[in-house]
C-alpha cells in the first residue's frame, strides 16, 4: 500500500486537497485571532488622561432670538459633541464668551474708530467662544477626545436639545 495513491488520497483515505485546505483555514484563524495587526483606535495604552479645556469659535450663527440661546448655553452642563462627523462623547461647558460685531470707521484725521455694527440684520447673527471641559487622552501627536485627534482648527459640532452648531478649534489648554 503506497501512501499517496493514483486519486490523490493519503493513505487511501484523505485528499491532499482537504488537508490544504484545512491548513489555510487554520491558519487564517490563528493569524486573525493571535495576531491581530495594527488596525484599532488612535489612543495607546498606558497614556495619560488629563483634564483639557476646548475653545471653539462660531461666527455668524444667524439665531431669531440670540439672548434666548445665549441664556440656554449658560444653563445647559453639557454637550455631545461630533469630531470629523464621528461622535466623541460629551463635554462640559464652561463658559460662553459673546463677541461684539463692530465695525471699522475711518475719522477725519487719518485714524480709524470701531464702533458697534448699526446694520439691523445684526440683530439676528451672533459671534461667540464656547469653553468646554472634558477628559482627553494627551499623546506625543496631540489631544485624543474619544478617538478623535483635535488640534486647533478641527472642525467641531456640538448638539444640544434644541441645537446643532458647527465651529472649529481656536484653542487648546492641557490642565
Not at 115 to 121: F, K, T, V
Not at 148 to 164: F, Q
Request: proline share 7%; net charge positive; charged share 15%.
Amino acid at each position: 500500500m503506497t501512501i499517496v495513491d493514483s486519486k490523490g488520497r493519503l493513505l487511501g483515505k484523505v485528499s491532499l486537497l482537504d488537508i490544504g485546505a484545512g491548513l489555510v483555514i487554520f491558519t487564517v484563524i490563528v493569524g486573525i485571532f493571535f495576531f491581530p495587526g495594527t488596525s484599532g483606535s488612535v489612543a495607546q495604552l498606558g497614556v495619560e488622561t488629563k483634564n483639557v479645556e476646548v475653545d471653539m469659535a462660531l461666527r455668524g450663527l444667524i439665531v431669531t432670538n440670540p439672548p434666548a440661546l445665549l441664556a440656554t448655553l449658560k444653563t445647559q452642563s453639557t454637550l455631545n459633541v461630533i469630531i470629523r462627523n464621528q461622535p466623541s462623547g460629551q463635554l462640559q461647558i464652561k463658559g460662553v464668551q459673546p463677541l461684539p460685531r463692530s465695525v471699522a470707521v475711518p475719522q477725519p484725521d487719518g485714524t480709524v474708530k470701531s464702533y458697534p455694527d448699526p446694520r439691523p440684520e445684526l440683530a439676528y447673527t451672533m459671534d461667540f467662544i464656547l469653553t468646554m471641559t472634558g477628559k482627553a487622552q494627551v499623546t506625543t501627536s496631540g489631544v485624543v477626545i474619544a478617538n478623535s485627534k483635535i488640534k486647533l482648527g478641527t472642525p467641531i459640532e456640538v448638539e444640544g436639545s434644541d441645537y446643532n452648531l458647527m465651529g472649529s478649534v481656536v484653542g487648546l489648554r492641557v490642565q
